[in-house]
């Protein structure tokens, strides 16, 4: 999944109770692999209404989620095709991909009752199987543009790896905190964590490590309307053809 995904399939958020909304939202990603940092900024602006969302990435595509069809449609720019996964495909696409996760488990651990392995690659292979333990804790509250958010701290492992603004009297008419759930990989304890938050997010922060590598994405709400919004946005483009 592109850019779209982690961006707006992690992260974007709502006003009013019931009311559609329209969020705008400024992201700003640092990489850094062997010492070398790059960094680049988009914005991303996303559409609820009850049980649906579109959001439009940096490069002109689409994404729209139709909850109440249990559906993700892909549009690329242009909006001549698409691509079409239902909910159950994604849930067999994770259950395949777990399966597959414990089989390399397995094999590391084989690995690590090997003969001749250094001590230092079965240091490196430990860390592969750690299971990951992620904790939830409020820590304050804050003001976003002129909401006002609780802010949340996720850890992985004791080390810090999201932080979330979310403001509880906003609602986005969909189940905004299960978005995370319909990745390809979600991550096994995180969305327990998640389901405690209430309420919208309208600004987060992501952080990723791996032996010399790092990635940073924080994203804030630049803009946030309600207004009713045509149900028509959400369905695909009249003419646009299924590729997928």
Known sequence: ????????????????????????????????????????????????????????????????????????????????????????????????????????????????????????TKIRLRELIKPKVYKVKTTGSEKVLTFSCTRHKITRNGDDYMEIWACEKLDAGVEFNRIQSLSASPQKGLQQELDKIKGVWIKWSLTRKASGYSVKQTAVATKVLTEELDPRSFNLPEGAKKTG
């Open 1 to 120: 999944m592109r850019t779209i995904c982690l961006s707006a399939l992690l992260f974007l958020l709502p006003l009013v109770a019931l009311a559609d909304l329209e969020i705008e939202m400024s992201v700003t990603q640092v990489q850094a692999v062997g010492g070398k940092a790059t960094s680049k900024e988009y914005v991303t602006r996303t559409w609820f209404k009850k049980d649906m969302m579109t959001t439009w990435a940096i490069d002109g595509a689409q994404r729209i989620i139709r909850f109440d069809k249990q559906v993700i449609w892909d549009i690329p720019k242009g909006g001549k095709s698409y691509t079409e996964a239902t909910f159950a495909e994604i849930q067999q696409k994770q259950r395949k991909s777990r399966h597959k996760q414990a089989q390399r488990i397995e094999q590391i651990k084989n690995l690590l009752v090997s003969p001749g392995v250094p001590e230092k």
